[in-house]
């Protein structure tokens, strides 16, 4: 599948390197989810690609939803986005090959979940993480909450969550975001040591054991993207959303 905001580059060994290039801060939509979503679902059936390192080729490695047209967004575009965001993050957290991610600058919100959904994480020293839905004026759809849950620590989640606050690299690592902290402008180089190091485990005993550790998130997002298939369009936004995306974005 070809996306242009969507680099994608082969390495020796079957390492494919997937770099988010949609300028200026790797935004997200419903569309540009499912644009992710299917570059991976076309990957993990590739038997040239050993492993997946995940990139930016921006400052930022990505700044969530783009808040300026997600305040003129419908029902039918809240539930749309919800959807989309289900049925992305189900693909990559159930990715079955090696999903190693570099950051370099901010990921934030939506954009945290690519992180969250890769086996190991590699961050600059000056990367900056958070999960700002709350200071948004939104709650998280639910399959995301269950990733969170799974990926950072009870206590990080907590004050993450609800203060909204982006965190440091190095509070990200205690909070077991980030698995390794790098000098700025050396997470890439670090990365595609690590994902070359995976690529050479076993790929059935990897899917399998990826599997068994992550099938209870791995259900309920399940769950969260049947149920969508059969249900009305809910709204995601409440009475205080619209005011407080605009103070975000002022």
Not at 27 to 39: D, Q
Not at 51 to 62: A, I
Not at 193 to 207: D, I, R
Request: proline letters at 4%.
């Amino acid at each position: 599948m070809i996306v242009d905001w969507l680099k994608v580059e082969h390495h020796k060994g079957g390492v494919l390197q997937v770099e988010l290039n949609n300028a200026p801060v790797n935004s997200l939509s419903a569309t540009k989810l499912r644009e992710l979503r299917k570059c991976f679902n076309a990957v993990a059936s590739d038997n040239s690609v050993s492993s997946v390192l995940l990139t930016s080729g921006l400052k930022v490695f990505s700044a969530g939803l783009n808040l300026k047209e997600a305040q003129t967004y419908d029902i039918e575009a809240q539930s749309d986005v919800v959807n989309a965001f289900h049925e992305c993050f189900l693909e990559l957290y159930s990715f079955p090959k090696p999903l190693i991610c570099a950051v370099e600058g901010a990921a934030i919100a939506g954009g945290l979940f690519p992180v969250l959904c890769s086996d190991y994480r590699i961050a600059e020293e000056k990367a900056q993480f958070g999960l700002a839905e709350v200071r948004v004026g939104v709650g998280f759809p639910v399959g995301l909450v269950e990733i969170v849950r799974a990926e950072v620590t009870q206590n990080a989640m907590r004050a993450i969550m609800l203060s909204g606050q982006p965190i440091s690299a190095s509070a990200a690592e205690k909070a077991g975001i980030v698995d390794e902290l790098v000098p700025e402008g050396d997470a890439l180089d670090r990365a595609m040591q690590v994902v070359v190091e995976y690529s050479q485990l076993p790929p059935q005993a990897y899917k399998t054991v990826k599997q068994q550790i992550r099938a209870p998130i791995i259900a309920a997002l399940n769950s969260e993207v049947n149920k969508a298939e059969t249900s009305a369009p809910k709204a995601w936004y409440t009475d205080e959303t619209e005011q407080a995306m605009s103070k975000m974005i002022r």
